[in-house]
């Protein structure tokens, strides 16, 4: 069993920044990846940015060059910096551990004003 809990959204202008972060505990050692996705009001859940054990990154086109993935092996945490925000990266953000299965968060709130 694996919990994760976010932490970190709130309420920033277009152009500002976040950083979020993400809890991991319980058996962290079966985790494979953490990804962080998003859904915005009327939409589907989709993918943002993962990290892979072995610490490889992989973003979606849309946060590509605004937002980096990294963790703290030490801390148990992942992070998603996002830089440049836009009104469009409004959305309720997951993060997710893949082990044998998925464990997602409660989400955390992220809204960007025009």
């Known amino acids: 069993q694996v919990r994760v809990v976010e932490s970190g959204g709130g309420l920033v202008q277009a152009g500002g920044s976040l950083r979020l972060s993400c809890a991991a505990s319980g058996s962290i050692f079966t985790i494979n990846a953490m990804g962080w996705y998003r859904q915005a009001p009327g939409k589907q859940r989709e993918w943002v940015a993962v990290i892979s054990s072995g610490g490889s990154t992989n973003y979606a086109d849309s946060v590509k060059g605004r937002f980096t993935i990294s963790r703290d092996n030490a801390k148990n945490t992942v992070y998603l910096q996002m830089n440049s925000l836009k009104p469009e990266d409004t959305a309720v953000y997951y993060c997710?551990?893949?082990?044998?299965?998925?464990?997602w968060g409660q989400g955390t709130q992220v809204t960007v004003s025009s």
């Open positions: 997710k551990a893949a082990t044998s299965r998925d464990y």
